[in-house]
């Protein structure tokens, strides 16, 4: 029963089909209209002369008209875009309407079977079976009114027919509900298969949709990685790798529209105590608002980046030339130089900027970077907080640098790399109390380079740590052979002690000497100091637990604070060279080394002078009360056995003498 009722309704459970439905029914109602407007005509036709006008004019007229009017309002939706819901309402309504037109129709051919003689009854007959026939093909969309139409038209025309008596017309009456039969089984057949149609269309639609949304998130995964992988995620800058895309593309623009393209390297001063004192989260407050105003000054044609740690990058395009640059870099270290709210109180830092300009210089991207990359170099050390322009002067120096740079990466360093041993004197006794081991590298490739040329770059390029512990394992061997009150002195550099590690080699190379560790005298440079006090402070600590003196090389000439030296372990201040030159002449000078000898004396630590040239220079300094001195006036650095022979007893003062005489 449920089964047949369901027949009969309308189906509502899936709007696909629904709609599927009544696109494909909207269709054909024009023609089902069409089928039963010229088979009523046919009828009141050949009926004209035997029925009555009301039968065969008026009601047919009225009918066709309402008929018209109906068809017409379906092809009118034929443009229109029908909701599930609209199709639907509009399919009940006709599966509504199919049975009063149906019985209409009957009832009226059958009003008309008393009024014709044979031929005309035969008509009426004609037109109920083949009425049906064409409703049912019109009806296939609408399952429920097809069968609905056919049960209402068969049964009474399948009476009538039989009840008539006429062979021929109950022959006609049996023939036809046999085919309608049929054609009702070809109706569900083809009603079903429009139904899996519908549905594996509406499958594959959903399918093709599913995979419309999934290529779509795709894309969108894909951006936001493409986004992420360029995006610096503290500042929310453009980070290290965009910026070299950008700067590869922007150098291609350049070249080829003949414009200019700057690239500036900004680096900040004073971070690094910022993160010591504060914690690493105040620090990033700094990355944060520092990155946030270089932003600001950002436009169309000026680009800003976060490289990495305290360093960022600007790239500007367009029509610029050095005096704008200029007072681009100079906005951009104001920006930076304004305090900076760290919650627990202002950090203060500052910016040093290189640029480097194109097509002045730089046949490539990464030309143009490494020379801004090698003027900001230049900013840090010669003026803090300063903006530096890539100059040909620094072009030069560059290039030098590349050369040395290369040599050294591929020196034997065993062969190639040796030490001079530079007298310390008493100036009070006249003796060499000690030795200062300073490296010397003979290429064969570019020749003799001054240490205090390859050095920085050995920093620079990692070989630092093995020529110190190779160049100390030697100076160890060698001061093994002088008397035991005679001290090596031996330069470290900031890398060696930057981290515990480092310090460690250097203390397992003493430890294997066998040399006692309180012969030893490890000169620091205040630069090494100042560029991370607590990590220096604990490697210095380290050094004096192992029993060696440490020396702060170089004094006057770093940014080291007296506050500083204060705090660190240290036993001895070795000052300067500069502050010696000219001394007896100049009073600056003479008040420099003589506060900075009251410091070491407050302090308890021992004091050295470097770079003494001159018998005056040594007149003022004993008279100042100086005790241990150093310099060309008493000897040059000397070869390892020049070392020796001046300490042993036997050569002791015949060296030394003959060293005052040509020094
Ligand atoms: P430093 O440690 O201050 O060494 C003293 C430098 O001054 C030496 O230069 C020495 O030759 C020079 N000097 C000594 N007396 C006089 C003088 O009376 N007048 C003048 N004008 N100069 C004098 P050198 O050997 O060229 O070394 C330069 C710098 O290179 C050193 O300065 C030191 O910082 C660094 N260095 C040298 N050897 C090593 C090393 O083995 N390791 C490390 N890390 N650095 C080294
Ligand atoms: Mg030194
Ligand atoms: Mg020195």
Same mark, same amino acid.
């Given at each position: 029963?449920?089964?047949?009722?369901?027949?009969?309704?309308?189906?509502?459970?899936?709007?696909?089909?629904?709609?599927?439905?009544?696109?494909?029914?909207?269709?054909?109602?024009?023609?089902?209209?069409?089928?039963?407007?010229?088979?009523?005509?046919?009828?009141? =036709?050949?009926?004209?002369?035997?029925?009555?006008? =009301?039968?065969?004019?008026?009601?047919?007229?009225?009918?066709?008209?309402?008929?018209?009017?109906?068809?017409?309002?379906?092809?009118?939706?034929?443009?229109?875009?029908?909701?599930?819901?609209?199709?639907?309402?509009?399919?009940?309504?006709?599966?509504?309407?199919?049975?009063?037109?149906?019985?209409?129709?009957?009832? =009226?051919?059958?009003?008309?079977?008393?009024?014709?003689?044979?031929?005309?009854?035969?008509?009426?007959?004609?037109?109920?079976?083949?009425?049906?026939?064409?409703?049912?093909?019109?009806?296939?969309?609408?399952?429920?009114?097809?069968?609905?139409?056919?049960?209402?038209?068969?049964?009474?025309?399948?009476?009538?027919?039989?009840?008539?008596?006429?062979?021929?017309?109950?022959?006609?009456?049996?023939?036809?509900?046999?085919?309608?039969?049929?054609?009702?089984?070809?109706?569900?057949?083809?009603?079903?298969?429009?139904?899996?149609?519908?549905?594996?269309?509406?499958?594959?639609?959903?399918?093709?949709?599913?995979?419309?949304?999934?290529?779509?998130?795709?894309?969108?995964?894909?951006?936001?990685?493409?986004?992420?992988?360029?995006?610096?995620?503290?500042?929310?800058?453009?980070?290290?790798?965009?910026?070299?895309?950008?700067?590869?593309?922007?150098?291609?623009?350049?070249?080829?529209?003949?414009?200019?393209?700057?690239?500036?390297?900004?680096?900040?001063?004073?971070?690094?105590?910022?993160?010591?004192?504060?914690?690493? %989260?105040?620090?990033?407050?700094?990355?944060?608002?520092?990155?946030?105003?270089?932003?600001?000054?950002?436009?169309?044609?000026?680009?800003?980046?976060?490289?990495?740690?305290?360093?960022?990058?600007?790239?500007?395009?367009?029509?610029?030339?050095?005096?704008?640059?200029?007072?681009?870099?100079?906005?951009?270290?104001?920006?930076?130089?304004?305090?900076?709210?760290?919650?627990?109180?202002?950090?203060?830092?500052?910016?040093?900027?290189?640029?480097?300009?194109?097509?002045?210089?730089?046949?490539?991207?990464?030309?143009?970077?490494?020379?801004?990359?090698?003027?900001?170099?230049?900013?840090?050390?010669?003026?803090?907080?300063?903006?530096?322009?890539?100059?040909?002067?620094?072009?030069?120096?560059?290039?030098?640098?590349?050369?040395?740079?290369?040599?050294?990466?591929?020196?034997?360093?065993?062969?190639?790399?040796?030490?001079?041993?530079?007298?310390?004197?008493?100036?009070?006794?006249?003796?060499?109390?000690?030795?200062?081991?300073? %490296?010397?590298?003979?290429?064969?490739?570019?020749?003799?380079?001054?240490?205090?040329?390859?050095?920085?770059?050995?920093?620079?390029?990692?070989?630092?740590?093995?020529?110190?512990?190779?160049?100390?394992?030697?100076?160890?061997?060698?001061?093994?052979? =002088?008397?035991?009150?005679?001290?090596?002195?031996?330069?470290?550099?900031?890398?060696?002690?930057?981290?515990?590690?480092?310090?460690?080699?250097?203390?397992?190379?003493?430890?294997?000497?066998?040399?006692?560790?309180?012969?030893?005298?490890?000169?620091?440079?205040?630069?090494?100091?100042?560029?991370?006090?607590?990590?220096?402070?604990?490697?210095?600590?380290?050094?004096?637990?192992?029993?060696?003196?440490?020396?702060?090389?170089?004094?006057?000439?770093?940014?080291?604070?007296?506050?500083?030296?204060?705090?660190?372990?240290?036993?001895?201040?070795?000052?300067?060279?500069?502050?010696?030159?000219?001394?007896?002449?100049?009073?600056?000078?003479?008040?420099?080394?003589?506060?900075?000898?009251?410091?070491?004396?407050?302090?308890?630590?021992?004091?050295?002078?470097?770079?003494?040239?001159?018998? %005056?220079?040594?007149?003022?300094?004993?008279?100042?009360?100086?005790?241990?001195?150093?310099?060309?006036?008493?000897?040059?650095?000397?070869?390892?056995?020049?070392?020796?022979?001046?300490?042993?007893?036997?050569?002791?003062?015949?060296?030394?003498?003959?060293?005052?005489?040509?020094?």
């Amino acid at each position: 029963m449920r089964k047949i009722s369901e027949f009969l309704k309308v189906p509502n459970d899936n709007p696909s089909l629904t709609v599927a439905q009544y696109e494909a029914f909207s269709k054909q109602v024009p023609l089902l209209y069409f089928i039963l407007i010229t088979n009523m005509a046919a009828l009141s =036709w050949t009926h004209r002369d035997s029925a009555p006008s =009301w039968m065969v004019i008026y009601l047919p007229t009225f009918l066709s008209a309402f008929f018209l009017y109906r068809a017409y309002s379906w092809v009118r939706k034929w443009s229109v875009k029908v909701e599930a819901a609209e199709a639907y309402r509009m399919l009940r309504a006709t599966n509504r309407l199919a049975p009063p037109i149906a019985i209409f129709c009957v009832g =009226w051919s059958i009003a008309l079977m008393p009024y014709g003689d044979a031929y005309q009854q035969a008509h009426v007959a004609f037109f109920m079976a083949i009425t049906v026939i064409g409703v049912i093909f019109c009806l296939m969309h609408l399952r429920s009114a097809a069968l609905t139409v056919t049960a209402m038209v068969n049964i009474p025309f399948f009476f009538l027919m039989v009840m008539s008596g006429q062979p021929t017309f109950i022959a006609t009456g049996i023939n036809v509900v046999l085919v309608t039969g049929a054609m009702i089984l070809v109706l569900l057949s083809h009603y079903r298969d429009f139904m899996q149609l519908t549905e594996s269309r509406q499958v594959f639609l959903s399918q093709r949709e599913v995979l419309k949304e999934k290529n779509r998130e795709m894309q969108l995964l894909s951006d936001e990685n493409l986004r992420l992988a360029n995006m610096d995620s503290l500042t929310l800058l453009a980070n290290r790798r965009c910026f070299f895309d950008v700067l590869q593309r922007a150098f291609e623009r350049a070249r080829q529209g003949g414009q200019r393209l700057s690239v500036g390297i900004v680096d900040l001063d004073g971070f690094k105590p910022v993160n010591d004192l504060y914690g690493h %989260a105040a620090g990033d407050r700094v990355l944060v608002e520092v990155g946030r105003r270089l932003n600001e000054m950002a436009t169309e044609n000026l680009t800003v980046y976060r490289l990495g740690g305290d360093e960022f990058a600007v790239i500007h395009e367009g029509l610029h030339d050095e005096a704008v640059l200029q007072s681009v870099g100079q906005n951009l270290c104001l920006a930076v130089a304004e305090p900076i709210d760290i919650g627990s109180g202002a950090a203060h830092v500052t910016a040093s900027i290189g640029f480097a300009i194109y097509p002045d210089i730089g046949d490539s991207a990464q030309d143009l970077y490494e020379r801004a990359d090698y003027a900001l170099y230049t900013a840090k050390r010669n003026q803090r907080g300063g903006i530096v322009i890539f100059n040909s002067a620094q072009s030069i120096t560059l290039s030098r640098h590349r050369q040395v740079e290369e040599a050294l990466l591929a020196a034997d360093l065993e062969k190639e790399m040796s030490l001079v041993f530079q007298p310390i004197i008493d100036i009070q006794t006249g003796r060499c109390v000690g030795f200062e081991a300073l %490296a010397r590298w003979n290429s064969p490739v570019i020749g003799r380079v001054s240490p205090g040329e390859f050095i920085p770059l050995a920093e620079h390029n990692g070989r630092i740590g093995t020529i110190t512990r190779q160049l100390l394992a030697h100076a160890l061997e060698e001061a093994k052979d =002088w008397p035991g009150n005679t001290f090596l002195s031996f330069n470290l550099s900031p890398h060696d002690i930057a981290t515990p590690e480092n310090v460690l080699r250097i203390i397992a190379v003493v430890e294997a000497s066998g040399f006692d560790p309180k012969r030893i005298n490890f000169e620091i440079t205040e630069t090494a100091v100042t560029r991370d006090f607590a990590q220096a402070a604990k490697s210095i600590d380290l050094l004096r637990d192992l029993g060696t003196g440490i020396s702060l090389d170089d004094f006057g000439t770093g940014y080291s604070s007296l506050n500083h030296v204060h705090k660190l372990p240290l036993s001895k201040i070795k000052i300067d060279g500069s502050f010696v030159t000219q001394i007896d002449s100049r009073p600056a000078s003479y008040k420099i080394v003589k506060s900075v000898l009251s410091l070491c004396e407050d302090m308890g630590l021992e004091a050295i002078v470097e770079g003494v040239e001159t018998e %005056a220079e040594l007149k003022v300094l004993k008279e100042m009360g100086v005790g241990v001195v150093q310099g060309f006036h008493f000897s040059k650095p000397v070869e390892a056995q020049a070392a020796r022979d001046m300490v042993t007893p036997a050569g002791q003062n015949a060296d030394l003498q003959e060293q005052r005489k040509h020094p």
